[in-house]
């Protein structure tokens, strides 16, 4: 530990191959998919070398390692459940049955409609883009925002609504009330 302690890259790879595979075991059963488990364990292990001059105990270190990885892996469900829900509102059949002429259609449009939206967020102020991308794109609400960028809600929300303000300029305005929907889907 001391050795960890002291940033030595040889202490970092003995801890990294005696734990990485208990790591990756832990994550996949809360996240559920081995490649986001292991993803989860390096980052895990790279907030801890990030750290490693607060570790004091071997014990310390692994309650680290676990507490990161839990708390990445419920994040990483909880946003693999977002995207899965919008999937399915995206893409839900409306009634029609699977496979029919319309429902191909319809997925066809709104995947127009999609592309649209993207190539006009893409051409906005990059404060606007990145709020607009991580509400629309990435399903998070406005408070999530605010915490990942590091900006009060406040800021989070005047951006969002001058964003949609320059986006209503370039979109269709079918295309503008899609995002209007979606964006109000996402703060449900």
């Excluded at 310390?60 to 399915?88: G, T, V």
């Excluded at 259609?105 to 967020?121: D, G, H, M």
Aim: hydrophobic share 40%.
């Amino acid at each position: 530990m001391e050795a960890f302690k002291m940033g030595d890259g040889q202490a970092f790879k003995a801890l990294f191959t005696r734990y990485y595979q208990p790591l990756c075991y832990f994550s996949r059963q809360i996240a559920g998919e081995q490649g986001a488990a292991e993803e989860i364990a390096v980052d895990s292990f790279l907030k801890a070398w990030q750290r490693h001059k607060e570790f004091e105990t071997l014990p310390a270190l692994k309650a680290f390692l676990y507490i990161a990885a839990r708390n990445a892996s419920l994040d990483h469900l909880k946003k693999e459940r977002r995207r899965q829900r919008r999937e399915e509102r995206w893409h839900g059949d409306l009634g029609e049955v699977e496979g029919s002429s319309n429902t191909l259609l319809n997925r066809i449009i709104k995947t127009e409609v999609l592309q649209e939206i993207r190539q006009a967020i893409a051409l906005l102020p990059r404060h606007y883009e990145q709020v607009l991308d991580l509400s629309f794109n990435q399903g998070l609400k406005s408070k999530e925002i605010a915490g990942k960028l590091g900006i009060p809600l406040s800021t989070v929300d005047s951006r969002k609504t001058r964003g949609l303000d320059l986006l209503k300029k370039l979109l269709s305005d079918k295309s503008f009330l899609t995002v209007l929907l979606l964006l109000h889907h996402n703060s449900l």
